[in-house]
Structure formats: structure tokens, C-alpha cells
């Protein structure tokens, strides 16, 4: 199965929650919140800088869960370009 290359809006998008991600982990290490939401270091590093611009839900709920932020939150970044395509 070949999978279609990402869109720009799903590119910004996953860079939207990697800032996200990145600012909720405060001082913590990489190391620490991968291994509290049982994700590995490296996966932490792709979601954090863009790279891995689609993570899974299951990924994201973990984090969510050992960083200061709420699945709401991270909807809201996401979709941003979406809302405001819906609106215009």
C-alpha cells in the first residue's frame, strides 16, 4: 500500500504540536517524558521537531497525559488551519 504524501496543512499541523509538545515539557528531558508515556526518546524527538507530523492518537494521549496539556488543547493547535478554513 503506498501512503499519499502529507499535505501542507497536516505538515504545519504536525509542527504546531511538536511546539506544543516541546514547550509543555518544560525542563524535563526528552528521556524522561518519552519513558513516562512509554514512547521511545527518538519517537519524542520526530513528533517535538516536525518530523513525525502524523502520530498516533494512542502516542498523543500519553503524552498528553504526563505533560501539562489536555487532548483539547492539542485538538486546538491541530486544527487550527482547519477552524479557520471553516470560518472563511
Known sequence: MVRLPLTAE???A???IGEQLRAA???RTI??????AAISPET???IETGRLATPAFTT???LARVLPLSL???????LADADLK???
Open 10 to 12: 497536516q505538515l504545519a
Open 14 to 16: 504536525g509542527k504546531r
Open 25 to 27: 515539557r518544560g525542563t
Open 31 to 36: 528521556a524522561e517524558v518519552a519513558q513516562a
Open 44 to 46: 519524542l524527538r520526530k
Open 60 to 62: 498523543i494521549a500519553a
Open 72 to 78: 483539547d488543547e492539542l485538538a486546538d493547535v491541530c
Open 86 to 88: 471553516d470560518t472563511g
